[in-house]
């Protein structure tokens, strides 16, 4: 590379939106800016119709009814809808919740104000590629649980959980499962007949569409509690007059995911093969994170000792590559919990020793980076590895034989 543009690999915190998505949501924000609710005139119509095209759109991603789908604001919202609605509109179908260990926050934080309420959570862990058990699932399933939420894919590890295992079970004792698809739903094929989920939570940011919008799948039949109250838009379940320009750009994203997933993929498997490949070779003191197979297309996760993962983002940052270090979510938080949270909850799940976690890296790929700039990340790596470990006490503890990860 000979210019001073920058390389953006952190596709798991967001992705750009694809410019066929723009186009087609610039009409609705001046043209076509009638409200989806307002039946009596042609803006009115007219904006009903593009809601309801793009909810079919958002259906053919995922392969559910296009009554099944309910826009939400982000997948944070999806994950709140999923998790509290269900269990306020079915108060008699138990206080018992099974968990992964490795889910997003928007879950996580959601239970102590359940158990305030008199809810038990059992958190199911995973394995050194963060894979969770399904009999593990199934073993924590007791007469009184209501519900289950296992994600389907973490963005910080990339790891895809065995989702249909899972459901193939839960819908045979008849218990609400719920699933965050927000990194993999227009990434890696989702069908919620086969994978037997009934409610997934969706995120238009992280498929080339816009922020601000996401939505989840709620299979026909079962009761949502509104979180939102208002006038029942979303079939009752989610009030608020729609975000109709960033739906229609969801329902783009959806239908282009469609149509170019087998494509994006092929291409997002190659680079990571190649990025893979290279640092398995010739980068020393680096283990990976996630597992190596089933995982999202197009990210590698790692961690490397005696070198922080902010000071290695930081060089990567100078020499025109953007990555992450841990959960990008996570990585801003401050507070009381900020101690807690400066250890990933993901990494410390899989295993990796607390004094590691530090040095976690997570390159992620989307579908319109190079093999040019995988190259440039390949050439940059050596030297910022070599300056870090040079100015590491860590490093230097080891150069004279003593172990620096010892009390």
């Keep these: 590379m000979t210019d001073n543009r920058m390389i953006y690999f952190d596709h798991q915190s967001t992705t750009p939106v694809d410019k066929r998505v723009l186009e087609a949501m610039m009409p609705y924000f001046s043209e076509l800016y009638g409200n989806p609710s307002s039946h009596v005139h042609k803006q009115g119509v007219a904006a009903g119709e593009a809601l309801d095209n793009a909810r079919e759109k ?19 919202e999806s994950n709140n809808l999923a998790v509290k609605g269900f269990l306020q509109a079915n108060q008699g179908k138990g206080k018992h919740i099974v968990a992964s260990s490795v889910e997003h926050y928007s879950i996580l934080n959601q239970f102590p104000a359940l158990r305030e309420s008199g809810y038990e959570v059992t958190f199911v862990g995973c394995d050194k590629y963060g894979m969770v058990d399904p009999m593990a699932v199934r073993k924590a399933m007791r007469d009184d649980t209501a519900l289950i939420t296992i994600q389907t894919a973490s963005s910080e590890i990339g790891t895809i959980q065995k989702i249909a295992d899972i459901g193939r079970f839960t819908r045979k004792r ?3 499962f719920h699933s965050d698809a927000a990194i993999a739903a227009g990434n890696i094929p989702i069908d919620v007949e086969i994978l037997g989920v009934d409610a997934m939570t969706c995120s238009a940011h992280n498929m080339y569409g816009p922020k601000g919008v996401g939505a989840l799948y709620v299979r026909n039949g079962n009761l949502i509690k509104c979180q939102i109250e208002g006038g029942m838009q979303e079939f009752g379940m989610r009030s608020g007059t729609e975000n109709l320009p960033g739906i229609v750009g969801m329902g783009k994203a959806c239908e282009l995911a469609v149509e170019e997933m087998t494509t994006r993929i092929d291409h997002l498997k190659n680079l990571q093969i190649k ?26 996760s790692f961690w490397i000792k005696y070198i922080e993962g902010e000071s290695l983002l930081l060089m990567l940052n100078i020499k025109g ?20 949270l400066a250890a990933s909850h993901v990494l410390t799940a899989i295993g ?13 790929m989307g579908k319109d980076n190079t093999f040019e700039e995988v190259d440039h990340l390949i050439s940059a790596l050596p030297e910022v590895i070599a300056r870090l470990l040079a100015m590491s006490p860590l490093y230097s503890d080891k150069l ?6 010892a009390d």
């Design 58 to 76: 958002v259906a053919g991603l995922i392969h559910s009814e296009p009554e099944e789908i309910i826009f939400t604001s982000s997948a944070t």
């Design 174 to 176: 008849g218990v609400f």
């Design 275 to 300: 990025l893979w490949d290279w640092l398995e070779k010739n980068v020393e003191f680096l283990e990976f994170t996630g597992h190596p197979m089933y995982r999202i297309p197009g990210h590698v």
């Design 321 to 340: 590559v953007m990555c992450a270090s841990g959960s990008a979510c996570s990585s801003n938080l401050r507070g009381e919990d900020e101690e807690d």
């Design 352 to 364: 990796v020793p607390v004094e590691y976690c530090s040095g976690s890296l997570t390159v992620s």
């Design 400 to 405: 004279k034989g003593k172990d620096p990860y």
